[in-house]
């Protein structure tokens, strides 16, 4: 993490795909930012979101993936929200179901308007270990 070691709960939606509490159809997730160039949620993805067996659809990585680097820049101002323009994925391996990972996203560079970020999911197997509840 960066400068704070007391994480800050960023604000969710009613209705996002990806943040909305009140969306039964939705990912539901909770992210969280170290008030200087992060955001991370943990987050396991259940099995009504499967592409082939046992495997995350693409798609569903993609939105995660999305969301988490829209959120870079709300950690500065909670209340400022960007919309991608360009992104790629690039899928290393297969992401497994009912699998908690860590999801992170960090600013790699901002100027103006436009900022460019990067975010990646860290399964346990891949050198990121939940914590106990």
């Not at 009140?22 to 992210?31: A, M, P, R, S």
């Not at 046992?54 to 400022?80: F, K, P, Q, S, Y």
């Not at 992104?87 to 901002?110: I, S, T």
Request: aromatic share 8%; with cysteine.
């Amino acid at each position: 993490m960066g400068g704070n070691d007391i994480p800050r709960k960023q604000p969710n939606s009613q209705n996002c795909y990806v943040c909305g509490l009140e969306n039964e159809y939705g990912l539901q997730l909770v992210f969280f930012d170290n008030g200087v160039d992060e955001v991370w949620c943990d987050y396991a993805i259940p099995e009504h979101y499967q592409g082939y067996p046992g495997v995350a659809h693409g798609g569903v990585v993609a939105a995660i993936l999305d969301e988490i680097c829209g959120r870079v820049t709300m950690i500065t101002d909670l209340n400022h929200f960007m919309m991608i323009a360009k992104m790629e994925v690039k899928y290393r391996c297969p992401v497994p179901l009912n699998v908690k990972m860590r999801v992170v996203g960090r600013v790699d560079r901002r100027r103006g308007r436009l900022a460019q970020a990067r975010g990646e999911l860290r399964l346990p197997d891949r050198g990121w270990q939940p914590r106990p509840p």
